[in-house]
Nanobody
């Protein structure tokens, strides 16, 4: 059973930055792809970025050029550096463990509790 704990969220002004962290335990972290999702209340959870077990990265269009996903396998931790945050980025951000196949990221049913990111105008 994989357990994920996110941290690093907070309140920033538009244009500010945050670095989210997700510590994983259980399972084999280095073998899994890892993803970051976000969810606005009342809307579906959406993929923000993912990083494969080999370190390849992919970003959704709405964060390209503003976010960097990275991982530290020795610490079983995945990060999401978010820059130039805008009010529309306000959401709860979730970490996820998954797999990568055929150009797509597939989420396993393992989720953290989420961390709130709020960017004020």
């Amino acid at each position: 059973q994989v357990q994920l704990v996110e941290s690093g969220g907070g309140l920033v002004q538009a244009g500010g930055s945050l670095r989210l962290s997700c510590a994983a335990s259980g399972g084999t972290f280095s073998s899994n792809s890892m993803g970051w999702y976000r969810q606005v209340q009342g809307k579906q959870r959406e993929l923000v970025a993912f990083i494969t077990s080999r370190g390849s990265v992919n970003y959704t269009d709405f964060v390209k050029g503003r976010c960097i996903i990275s991982r530290d396998n020795a610490k079983s931790t995945v990060f999401l550096q978010m820059n130039n945050l805008q009010p529309e980025d306000t959401a709860v951000y979730y970490c996820n463990s998954g797999t990568y196949s055929g150009g797509h990221y597939y989420a396993y049913p393992y989720w953290g509790q989420g961390t709130q990111v709020t960017a004020s105008s």
